[in-house]
């Protein structure tokens, strides 16, 4: 299992790249199937148990795929598979607008649904970097040296309060469609659509080859690997 320091350097780099794409990117409206009101992305992962990343905008890892674990009605655990025999763990946490954000030591992840079919998804991906709030020292005004009487004790001047702390700032955004891992065949043609519709011009990369699928084969033969 990698360390979540060094998961969040990688994504850190990443976002580099990510705000190239994001501002190629037009905006979309979100587009789901009817739901039955609950949060979308907790009634996803209550359904689907292992999803693969077909196409992403940031080719961060390859032969990626995702399985989620410790589900409540707060939150869950995703543990997410790469390079046939890498993987890490975060804990996400379900928040208002059909959200849900996983908090690291360097800043903060944030997912959202753009698209949902019984078969598919389009994630949105957001890295929220902490960065320093600005120091806000306050001096009172230098005054005029007054001529000091027998009695009149001297006095220090004070100085305003520091704020110290820290503030999330955007660092990039990045798309990927996924694919339930029990899904036969090509990812539907209307989940590839809203994909390509959402991204705009930015880059698209492949992350699901046939490469993974021998390679995850030939790692562990028993192990069901989707046609693609």
């Not at 979100?30 to 292992?50: C, D, N, R, V």
């Not at 869950?76 to 598979?81: A, V």
């Not at 944030?110 to 998804?121: D, E, G, L, P, Q």
């Amino acid at each position: 299992m990698l360390k979540i320091t060094v998961l969040a350097l990688v994504l850190s780099a990443a976002g580099t790249l990510c705000n190239v794409a994001e501002a190629k990117v037009p905006k979309a409206l979100t587009s789901t199937p009817a739901t039955t009101g609950q949060h979308l992305l907790k009634e996803f992962w209550s359904i689907y148990k292992k999803v693969w990343t077909a196409n992403s905008t940031v080719p961060i890892y390859g032969c990626e795929w995702e399985e989620p674990d410790n589900m409540t009605e707060t939150g869950l655990q995703i543990k997410t598979h790469f390079d046939t025999v890498n993987s890490f763990t975060l804990n996400w946490t379900f928040t208002q607008n059909n959200t849900m954000k996983s908090e690291l030591p360097e800043g903060e992840f944030r997912r959202s649904m753009v698209y949902r079919n019984w078969t598919c998804a389009v994630f949105k991906d957001e890295f929220w970097r902490k960065t320093p709030l600005e120091d806000t020292t306050t001096k009172k005004p230098a005054k005029k040296p007054k001529k000091k009487g027998k009695k009149e004790k001297k006095k220090k001047g004070k100085k305003g309060k520091k704020e110290k702390g820290e503030k999330l700032t955007f660092s990039g955004v990045q798309y990927r469609m996924v694919f339930d891992d029990t899904k036969k065949g090509h990812v539907p043609d209307d989940c590839r659509q809203e994909y390509r519709n959402v991204i705009g011009t930015a880059t698209n990369y492949r992350i699901y080859k046939n490469a993974c699928r021998k390679a995850l084969a030939q790692h562990d033969p028993k192990r069901h690997t989707p046609d693609f």
